[in-house]
Structure formats: structure tokens, C-alpha cells
């Protein structure tokens, strides 16, 4: 089972799509190597690979196919994100140094440090392979970020594009499910009515819709004059936010409002603009896709305003469980970690203090780096948007890791926006630090 992984990987690349796909994987490495908008667009490929999965149970072992070439890019899943991960770092490689020499934030060493915990808790008492996998395709993300995306991260264009990159995998998202839809919704609604898109349940699929919000306020903030382009991406705001409420997932809702409110945290006018001009369109959208979808009984609906805790009890059972081996977690079940429904308590059951207190330390890194680019944009305003954008990310990650171990992962869609909303407020608080010391030596040479 744990080398299951690298037999799909073996039997992608020597498929007759796995070749397909590396011819022009290569091409598209060429041609990026000289358009830095092309890597970021591959950065938002792999980003999207990350999500691809199937829901499987005891009861469902393969769930219903989509359509041409929708299943393929889904039965790649893993595979093709691992192909997708090594391209970037064979780019970032060829990337020079720029201004920036420390460009790793501090709270992903601390997440550095909660793998490196979990590496010795399976080495210890599980599956050896499946541990040194897990550490190494971690590695290789870190090693990812640092030649790439934190590295390409020099100048304002390129901030623009980072945050682009990750709108683009709501936009890919977005019209994939699109596609699908228009030839059969059942085949992403068959979990209980829930929207799952092309990932494995609804809650991955709401936390990558949900994880996108800020960036596409971004990037219809930042375009004052109204045209088709800004219209375009108001449109596929609207697509995002209909398909989070598709998926019937309190955490995604959460995740999105808190984003927004974070976003427009001194604008209230603004706020109150935006949702003026959405509910408006939602109107209109709702009038001619789903007239019914708010009045009539629906599992997301029904979902939404049902009261009661679900996960009291995962919750309760994790607590337990950290009690009871705080230092090195509970027992093993099986060959791997399994994390429940919050990060935090999920942490500590599974690892105890030794992997616990790391990733306190990342969510107390992450609080620190808001509050510094609040900071930011209070002192200069021209970056209101820049730190608001980074700042509603972070925010609506923390408040869906208190559901959901969305924090925890290792090739995930989550764990990559949470490193890349990171780079970007490192960038923004380098470049604020650079400001000032030039300022000062203006100063001190006059």
C-alpha cells in the first residue's frame, strides 16, 4: 500500500497521456523560463493537482466517472501534482536571486518542524516507507517555494501575479465544474446532494473556494475602472461563491465571511458597495439557474441552518486521546496519521506536545505576521490591499482549522495557499523593512 503512490507515478509517466502530458510539460517549461506569468500559471496547475481526488468508502468504491478529459486529469490525481511539483523546482532553479535573501517566513519552519514530528512518530511506530515519502514530498514543497514562488516574489508585478496565480486555480476549479455540470451535476452532487467538484469530498472542495475569496477581491480592488475583465472576474467571484454554498459546509462559509470581513476589516463602505452589487447579480443568476435553491428544502439549505455541534464528539475524542499520551500522542492506528476535524486537537492527538507545540507556534506566527501588516496598511495606505489580501487568506485558514485539519496536510490545496499567503506577507513586510532603512540612510546622509 505505501508504495502505491510511486506505481501510479511509474504507470502516469509511461502512459500514453503520461508522455502526452511530459511533452508538453516540457514545452510549457521552456516557454516559462522567459514568461514569468506562464510559471505562475503552472504554480496554479500544481495547485489545482493538489485538490484532484476520488470519494471512496466502504460503501462507494469508485465513484460515478466524469466526462472526457476530466476523469483522466482526476485518475492522474497525485501523480500528476508530484510532476507538476518537480517542474516548478527545476524552474525555480533557473530563477537568479533577487533583493531578498531570507525569503522562508518563520511560521513555516514551525511547520516544518510539526512534519519532521510526525516523520518520527510514523518512523517509530508505523509504515517506514510511507514516512520518508511523506517527508520528502514535504521537503520538496518547502524546496518548491523557496526557488520559486517566494523567490519570484521581487517587485510589485510579481506580487500581482502571485496573488493572480492563486485566483487562477478557482478560475480552473471553477470551469472545470462548469463543464462537468453542463453534462452530468450528479456526478459531483452523489454524496448526500453536496457539491465535491473534482476533489474528494465537500470539505476540500469548499476550503479551495474558500481559500481563493481574498485573492479575487484583490484583483476586482485593484481595477478601479470597470470593464469586461473586471466584470469577468466579478462573474467567476459569483461562480465560486454559488458552488461554496453547492457544498453545503459551515467551515467553507465561515472561512469565506471571516475573509471578507478581514478584507474590508476599515472599509465598511466598501463592504457594504460589494454586497450591494452581488446580491444584485446573485439575484439574477439565482432567477435563472435555481429559482428554488433558498426556498425550497436542499441538503446545502438544510445543512446551513441546522443547529448542533457535529464534531463535539471527534473533538471530545481528541482531547482524550492528548490527555492521555501528551507527550507522544495516541497510539497508531494502522501505518499513518490519521488528523480529525481540528488542526490544533489533531495535532496533539496524534503527536502530542512534540507536534502540538510547533504548530501553536506556526498559528502564533501566522497572528503575528496579520497584526504586522495591519500595521502595514494603517501607515501606508497604498498597501491597504496588498496586506488585506494576505491578511483575509491567513484569516479564513485559521478559522477553518478549527473544524477541519486543513493545516496539517502535506500535498494539499490548503497547506499550499497557506505557504503561499505567507510568502506574500513576507514580501510585503521585506519590502516595508527596506523602505524604512533607506529612508533612515536618506537621513543620515543629509
Known amino acids: 500500500m505505501t508504495s502505491d503512490p510511486i506505481s501510479k507515478l511509474l504507470d502516469l509517466i509511461f502512459s500514453p497521456y503520461g508522455i502526452l502530458a511530459i511533452v508538453i510539460g516540457l514545452f510549457i ?12 500559471l503552472l504554480f496554479s496547475f500544481c495547485c489545482y493537482a ?28 497525485r501523480p500528476l501534482a508530484i510532476i507538476l511539483l518537480a517542474s516548478l523546482i527545476i524552474l525555480g532553479m533557473q530563477t537568479q536571486n533577487g533583493w531578498r535573501r531570507r525569503i522562508i517566513p518563520q511560521p513555516v519552519y514551525y511547520l ?31 524546496l518548491m517555494f523557496k526557488l520559486g514562488p517566494s523567490r519570484w516574489l521581487q517587485d510589485e508585478y510579481n506580487f500581482h501575479l502571485g496573488v493572480w496565480s492563486l485566483a487562477m486555480v478557482g478560475v480552473i476549479f471553477a470551469i472545470a465544474c462548469a463543464y462537468q455540470g453542463r ?23 469548499a476550503a479551495l473556494l474558500a481559500g481563493t475569496i481574498p485573492c479575487f477581491m484583490f484583483i476586482i480592488e485593484s481595477r478601479k475602472k470597470w470593464d469586461w475583465i473586471k466584470a469577468f472576474w466579478i462573474v467567476i467571484l459569483l461562480v465560486i461563491v454559488y458552488f461554496l454554498f453547492l457544498t453545503a459546509s459551515r467551515t467553507g462559509a465561515m472561512m469565506g465571511i471571516s475573509s471578507i470581513l478581514f478584507f474590508y476589516r476599515n472599509r465598511a463602505g466598501s463592504l457594504l458597495r460589494l454586497g450591494l452589487v452581488l446580491g444584485v447579480l446573485s439575484g439574477v443568476i439565482f432567477s435563472f439557474i435555481s429559482p428554488d435553491t433558498i426556498t425550497h428544502n436542499t441538503p446545502a439549505s438544510n445543512r446551513f441552518i441546522s443547529g448542533g455541534n457535529t464534531r463535539e464528539g471527534a473533538w471530545a ?26 488542526s490544533w486537537l489533531a495535532a496533539g492527538d496524534t503527536t502530542g506536545l512534540m507536534g502540538f507545540i510547533p504548530i501553536v507556534l506556526m498559528g502564533v506566527g501566522c497572528l503575528k505576521m496579520m497584526f504586522e501588516l495591519h500595521k502595514l496598511s494603517n501607515k501606508k495606505s497604498t498597501y491597504f490591499l496588498h496586506s488585506s489580501t494576505v491578511i483575509a487568506g491567513l484569516a479564513g485558514l485559521l478559522v477553518g482549522s478549527f ?18 499567503y505567507l510568502s506574500l506577507g513576507k514580501y510585503l513586510l521585506d519590502l516595508d523593512n527596506i523602505q524604512n532603512k533607506y529612508l533612515l540612510w536618506q537621513k543620515m546622509r543629509n
Open 403 to 420: 473544524s477541519e485539519a486543513i493545516l496539517l496536510g502535506n500535498l494539499s490545496f490548503p497547506v499550499f495557499s497557506l505557504l503561499m
Open 29 to 40: 517549461l521552456g516557454k516559462a523560463r522567459r514568461s514569468r506569468r506562464l510559471a505562475w
Open 112 to 142: 516544518i518542524a510539526f512534519q519532521v514530528a510526525v516523520f518520527f512518530k510514523i518512523l517509530v511506530y508505523g509504515d517506514i516507507v510511507f514516512a520518508l515519502l511523506a517527508l520528502i514530498t514535504f521537503g520538496a514543497i518547502v
Open 317 to 342: 475524542g481528541m482531547w482524550s486521546g492528548f490527555m492521555s499520551s501528551p507527550i507522544f500522542g495516541s497510539p497508531l492506528q494502522g501505518g499513518r496519521l490519521v488528523f480529525g476535524e481540528n
Open 183 to 205: 453534462f452530468n451535476m450528479y456526478a459531483m452532487t452523489f454524496v448526500q446532494g453536496r457539491f465535491l467538484g473534482t476533489t474528494a469530498n465537500a470539505q476540500h472542495a
Open 50 to 77: 493538489t485538490s484532484l481526488g476520488k470519494f471512496q468508502d466502504q460503501w462507494i468504491t469508485e465513484p460515478p466517472p466524469l466526462v472526457f478529459p476530466l476523469q483522466q486529469v482526476r485518475d492522474m490525481g
